[in-house]
């Protein structure tokens, strides 16, 4: 009866304006979303998510958001996607000191004195950005990325390990500079970040790399 009645677009269009009022009410800005759907393979749907920042001008607007949820436990911790896919995203960010940004009132939302331990553990099996566009505005200059696109897959992260396979990535940079193909395969164990099969390619040049990694330590010998 649940799924059923969830299936019916003015529910939709109610359950997302309960969700939008929620969201606004806890980050204390202007949120609205015009429709969210959930069916019964636990496949969701969230189109046209807006955030605002706190000159109400657009933080980030999200066209769709498409997935599909393997597993919520939430007394083990677990939180596991097959897939998700965001689709004609836009962010603008712009800094307003030397130190903080217009998402800075959400970002301190969730600051605390005390430093805990994350300890869920999060996999995510397919992740796909398409039709994407960034911008930034410091106070000295304005950058502006577009045509982001990227496909990333075996996502995994918990308290002591990160990863995941970036298989292609490509934007262009102000208008002057298209980056066609970066790929790599990225592993955090530890205090340790590798990096593999690393490949860059643009409009005139390609860079090849089979790995490296980066080690933090309490103290360093330089060779000799």
């Given amino acids: 009866m649940l799924w059923t009645a969830l299936r019916i677009p003015a529910i939709q269009t109610m359950l997302a304006k309960k969700v939008a009022k929620k969201m606004a009410t806890v980050l204390h800005t202007d949120i609205?979303?015009?429709k969210i759907s959930y069916g019964l393979k636990r496949n969701f749907i969230i189109k046209n998510?807006?955030?605002s920042d706190e000159n109400h001008d657009t933080l980030l607007f999200i066209g769709k958001l498409e997935g599909n949820l393997a597993r919520l436990n939430i007394s083990q911790k677990k939180l596991y996607f097959d897939k998700i896919e965001l689709k004609g995203v836009s962010s603008n960010i712009k800094q307003i000191t030397d130190s903080t940004y217009n998402y800075s009132f959400i970002?301190?939302?969730f600051k605390s004195d005390e430093k805990g331990t994350?300890?869920?553990e999060i996999r995510l099996g397919f992740f796909n950005l398409l039709q994407n566009?960034?911008?930034l505005v410091t106070k000295n200059d304005k950058y502006k990325i577009s045509d982001f696109e990227a496909s990333i897959d075996d996502i995994i992260i918990d308290s002591t390990n990160q990863?995941?396979?970036l298989n292609s990535l490509s934007f262009g940079f102000n208008n002057k500079i298209k980056l066609e193909d970066i790929a790599f395969?990225?592993?955090?164990?530890?205090?340790q970040v590798?990096?593999?099969e690393l490949k860059i390619v643009s409009e005139k040049s390609y860079i090849k790399i089979d790995g490296f990694w980066i080690e933090k330590k309490d103290s360093i010998t330089a060779p000799i």
């Fill in 32 to 34: 609205t979303i015009d």
């Fill in 49 to 51: 998510l807006f955030i």
């Fill in 107 to 109: 970002t301190n939302l």
């Fill in 118 to 120: 994350f300890d869920w």
């Fill in 133 to 135: 566009s960034f911008s």
């Fill in 163 to 165: 990863s995941f396979n």
């Fill in 185 to 191: 395969n990225f592993r955090k164990k530890n205090q």
């Fill in 194 to 196: 590798a990096f593999e």
